[in-house]
């Protein structure tokens, strides 16, 4: 049923065009087209036997040119009949129809343009001028009177018109409706139709017509034969110069001069989708993101399509299907006949009304706008009116295929659209709970997949290693881990790169301002945790450290400060915090020499000891033999009664685990003493300003940062395939803390793995690489270089579920890049057009030819890849 006016979602600036049937017929019957069965045929004819209004003038070239639309009643027999069909057969069709024809027409041109068929000639669309008629209905005959006036049209353009329709009844001429507009003229009281239209039956209307000249000759065959025609390719597209006449077109512009203008404009050779959009001010990512999706195939049959129809405008999700006509009616502009850039201010006004963040003229990230156009196109085109609501079962044991088909019918039940039909795939994810194993699997939909590039998902850490018995000065190690990575895989990644023994451990330790501020004893800490600018330390120890006493010696010296003009002192803390190991309690002497051994390295003439027993013991722990680790008895044995701490300007306090409060000073001959069950002793080692003079301190005061980045450093690029990208995707790997899993079973949430796998795979693949990475402290853009596919991206190996009736097989054909850094830069866009057969660059209204070899560069940011079918497999 045709759709009343007064409730019509489309603009009504839509046009209605009249075209050779042949040109039509040759195209519909290529691209599936129904149009062919449907409407109504007219014969253009005489109005001299009928008692019209008007008198019929034989000399048409110099006067009026009148002729009548008289309806068929049967007309089946021709339909999509040869003989039914000649060079003076017209169709009126809707501005839609008429982009498709001419957008295959013109494809068909540049793919065979040595071929003669019925197409439009290769220069495409020659020309434009502008025709006026008047329009009357004869109701008593059932007619459509129609009279072209040379008062109201240039001459030249009459002599076209009379053309088209001259010698009617030497030569009859017909008129196809398909676009279902001409018959709201004859509607008799049966029918709906509104009174204005009723007033309107016996009056004579004045309508401006736009006439896009094709051809002036135009090849037609039948049966074989060749038959030449000097017809007229015409379009005419109706409106009502006087505003009360509801058809379509746009009102005013009655100026011959202005639209000889824009007939120069439109020249000759145009082809179709080569139009670039104007730069509003930093929409260079718009512009980007909408080349890549008007030239989708299946986007661009459907919105050149009828897709009124399709609007859903009750959908609380969607923008009342205001964004889905502006987005369709930007397509239709960028495949219509033009040359000249196109300005897209309705669709960013519309854009900014729906998408707040989006609005003003700051620089955004083409493919945030695409996520948001799939989804508010979606949801503007849902077919579904109401969406049930589903519950989402568990598992539960069933087979996979079993699951994913019911998860995928839930999610069709309330998710139905050409989006969903072009882009939506499914995939698998796997999430296991650490620490009672419960696996738990769904299947999910998805618009796009996000790949992270290798260099995302590990990070590189520099973490200084010590030695606990004074064999070694410490000793920078820098690993590269998964980045959200948990303690125990940086753990054994420093133990690969420091040569760890079987009988030793790493205690880490994370340090701020001179103090431990905690350990990273539990294996599954997540390493997001971790800043760049921490610092880290790792303690070698025994492997049965757990059993002996851990010794943390923390350092302060003197500082002399000048207050209200007064020389004060204060002690103030330096070095990292040192530790080690003791298997039993001892008293003050033995914690003293401890510390001296830790501080042998640092010392700036090893050869100059403070003490010779002490340095007895040092020979005999740097021979490269194992060494114990704890106090031995020759320790014991060494007579310290007659030694102070004065003699090596070293003092010694108990203290707490930040080393802030001085608890008790600890005496060189009396044993001490550790309360419950504190397995750590934390010790506070007061420096004279002599002491410290012996001991190289920058070594113990330069800590390097887990990571710190190099901005003058120009790096080598990086180089990686897609197909690595993707298996990054799908690796398997933890959630962050910030997305935690809550697990039914333990009823907590918890830290779980997570493995996605792709499961269905949709027609147009659309790939983000993400380059571009958030922090709370920083941001970064990578520059490395994605070794993409362009005509064979094989995802067989990578897609759990195989199925004989898809390929999985893909084909690039649009790119969108971004230049530059992050928060700025520039957006431009890569094309594969079908009709030139060639890649053009699209850098806002610039529009220009590429080779092939250019198309893979490090600005590539969103990949977009059709599905090509295998010989012996169809798409459905």
């Known amino acids: 049923m045709e759709i009343d006016p007064a409730q019509r979602p489309f603009p009504e600036a839509d046009r209605v065009y009249l075209v050779p049937h042949r040109w039509l017929q040759e195209a519909q019957e290529s691209i599936g087209g129904t149009e062919l069965k449907e409407g109504i045929l007219y014969t253009v004819s005489s109005p001299s036997s009928f008692a019209g209004p008007m008198k019929i003038i034989n000399n048409f070239f110099t006067s009026d040119l009148v002729f009548n639309l008289t309806p068929e009643e049967d007309h089946g027999q021709h339909e999509n009949s040869e003989e039914g069909v000649s060079g003076r057969d017209y169709a009126l069709v809707s501005d839609a129809t008429w982009l498709q024809t001419l957008k295959w027409h013109s494809d068909s041109n540049a793919a065979m343009k040595s071929s003669r068929n019925l197409s439009v000639a290769e220069d495409g669309i020659s020309d434009v001028y502008p025709l006026?008629?008047?329009?009357?209905?004869?109701?008593?005959?059932?007619?459509?009177?129609?009279?072209?006036?040379?008062?109201?049209?240039?001459?030249?353009?009459?002599?076209?018109?009379?053309?088209?329709?001259?010698?009617?009844?030497?030569?009859?001429?017909?008129?196809?409706?398909?676009?279902?507009?001409?018959?709201?003229?004859?509607?008799?009281?049966?029918?709906?139709?509104?009174?204005?239209?009723?007033?309107?039956?016996?009056?004579?209307?004045?309508?401006?017509?736009?006439?896009?000249?094709?051809?002036?000759?135009?090849?037609?065959?039948?049966?074989?034969?060749?038959?030449?025609?000097?017809?007229?390719?015409?379009?005419?597209?109706?409106?009502?110069?006087?505003g009360s006449f509801w058809g379509n077109g746009s009102i005013g512009d009655d100026d011959p001069d202005n639209n000889s203008r824009a007939s120069a404009r439109a020249g000759g050779g145009v082809s179709l989708g080569l139009i670039g959009l104007q730069n509003l001010g930093n929409t260079c990512f718009m512009n980007s993101a909408i080349q890549c999706l008007a030239h989708t195939p299946e986007f661009v049959d459907f919105f050149l399509g009828d897709y009124s129809k399709e609007i859903n405008q009750d959908n609380p999700l969607g923008m009342d299907g205001e964004l889905a006509l502006a987005f369709g009616e930007l397509l239709r502009k960028l495949w219509a006949p033009a040359k000249c850039p196109f300005a897209p201010r309705q669709f960013k006004s519309k854009l900014a009304r729906f998408a707040p963040q989006f609005s003003g003229f700051n620089q955004h990230d083409s493919q945030e706008l695409l996520a948001f156009l799939l989804d508010g196109l979606h949801e503007d085109l849902n077919r579904v009116k109401c969406k049930p609501y589903i519950e989402a079962k568990d598992s539960e044991g069933r087979p996979d295929e079993v699951v994913a088909n019911e998860y995928w019918a839930n999610h069709l039940a309330r998710n139905d659209s050409v989006i969903v039909d072009v882009c939506q795939g499914q995939y698998r994810s796997t999430l296991v709970c650490p620490i009672c194993n419960k696996v738990s699997v769904t299947f999910d939909p998805f618009m796009y997949l996000s790949l992270p590039l290798p260099s995302t998902t590990m990070r590189t850490m520099t973490i200084t290693i010590f030695s606990v018995d004074g064999t070694t000065l410490p000793t920078p190690y820098t690993v590269t881990v998964p980045k959200n990575g948990k303690c125990k895989d940086l753990i054994q990644a420093l133990s690969i790169s420091c040569s760890l023994r079987n009988n030793e451990s790493l205690i880490v330790a994370e340090t701020y301002t001179n103090r431990i501020i905690r350990f990273l004893e539990e294996p599954s800490d997540s390493l997001s945790l971790i800043r760049d600018d921490d610092r880290l330390v790792a303690y070698r120890v025994p492997s049965d450290h757990e059993k002996s006493l851990q010794v943390i010696f923390m350092h302060q010296h003197q500082e002399e400060l000048y207050i209200s003009g007064k020389l004060t002192s204060s002690w103030k803390a330096f070095g990292v915090p040192l530790l080690t190991t003791l298997a039993n309690v001892v008293n003050g002497a033995n914690i003293r020499q401890l510390f001296l051994r830790l501080m042998d390295p640092?010392?700036?003439?090893?050869?100059?000891?403070?003490?010779?027993?002490?340095?007895?013991?040092?020979?005999?722990?740097?021979?490269?033999?194992?060494?114990?680790?704890?106090?031995?008895?020759?320790?014991?044995?060494?007579?310290?009664?007659?030694?102070?701490?004065?003699?090596?300007?070293?003092?010694?306090?108990?203290?707490?685990?930040?080393?802030?409060?001085?608890?008790?000073?600890?005496?060189?001959?009396?044993?001490?003493?550790?309360?419950?069950?504190?397995?750590?002793?934390?010790?506070?080692?007061?420096?004279?300003?002599?002491?410290?003079?012996?001991?190289?301190?920058?070594?113990?005061?330069?800590?390097?940062?887990?990571?710190?980045?190099?901005?003058?450093?120009?790096?080598?690029?990086?180089?990686?395939?897609?197909?690595?990208?993707?298996?990054?995707?799908?690796?398997?790997?933890?959630?962050?803390?910030?997305?935690?899993?809550?697990?039914?079973?333990?009823?907590?949430?918890?830290?779980?793995?997570?493995?996605?796998?792709?499961?269905?795979?949709?027609?147009?693949?659309?790939?983000?690489?993400?380059?571009?990475?958030?922090?709370?402290?920083?941001?970064?853009?990578?520059?490395?270089?994605?070794?993409?596919?362009?005509?064979?991206?094989?995802?067989?190996?990578?897609?759990?579920?195989?199925?004989?009736?898809?390929?999985?097989?893909?084909?690039?054909?649009?790119?969108?890049?971004?230049?530059?850094?992050?928060?700025?830069?520039?957006?431009?866009?890569?094309?594969?057009?079908?009709?030139?057969?060639?890649?053009?660059?699209?850098?806002?209204?610039?529009?220009?030819?590429?080779?092939e070899d250019k198309i893979k560069t490090s600005a590539a940011y969103v990949l977009f890849y059709r599905r090509v079918e295998d010989d012996d497999k169809s798409d459905s």
């Open 132 to 242: 006026q008629l008047r329009l009357s209905v004869l109701r008593e005959s059932n007619q459509l009177n129609i009279r072209v006036s040379k008062k109201d049209n240039a001459v030249e353009f009459h002599k076209r018109a009379c053309k088209i329709f001259g010698s009617i009844d030497s030569e009859p001429v017909r008129i196809w409706d398909l676009s279902g507009q001409t018959n709201m003229y004859l509607m008799n009281d049966k029918n709906e139709i509104t009174k204005d239209c009723q007033r309107l039956s016996d009056q004579e209307i004045l309508l401006k017509l736009q006439v896009y000249g094709l051809s002036d000759s135009v090849r037609c065959r039948n049966e074989g034969k060749k038959d030449e025609s000097a017809t007229q390719h015409s379009t005419l597209s109706v409106s009502s110069s006087n």
């Open 602 to 851: 640092f010392l700036k003439c090893r050869v100059a000891s403070l003490d010779d027993q002490y340095s007895g013991i040092k020979s005999s722990s740097s021979t490269g033999a194992d060494v114990d680790l704890t106090v031995s008895d020759s320790m014991d044995a060494v007579d310290d009664s007659n030694d102070s701490n004065s003699k090596y300007g070293l003092e010694f306090y108990l203290t707490d685990e930040k080393g802030l409060t001085k608890l008790s000073q600890i005496s060189m001959d009396e044993p001490i003493r550790i309360s419950g069950s504190n397995r750590r002793l934390n010790v506070l080692v007061c420096w004279s300003d002599v002491t410290s003079q012996q001991y190289d301190m920058h070594l113990l005061n330069s800590l390097p940062e887990v990571f710190k980045s190099g901005f003058f450093t120009k790096r080598s690029q990086e180089t990686v395939s897609l197909y690595a990208c993707l298996e990054a995707f799908l690796k398997e790997e933890p959630l962050g803390p910030e997305d935690m899993w809550y697990c039914p079973s333990c009823k907590k949430h918890r830290q779980a793995s997570k493995k996605l796998d792709l499961w269905r795979l949709p027609k147009i693949l659309v790939i983000h690489l993400k380059r571009f990475s958030y922090s709370r402290y920083s941001k970064n853009k990578l520059e490395t270089f994605v070794d993409f596919p362009i005509h064979d991206l094989d995802l067989s190996n990578y897609i759990s579920h195989r199925s004989e009736e898809f390929s999985n097989r893909y084909v690039l054909y649009a790119v969108s890049n971004h230049y530059g850094s992050m928060g700025g830069g520039h957006y431009t866009a890569f094309v594969y057009h079908e009709g030139s057969n060639q890649w053009f660059g699209f850098d806002d209204s610039h529009v220009f030819p590429v080779g």
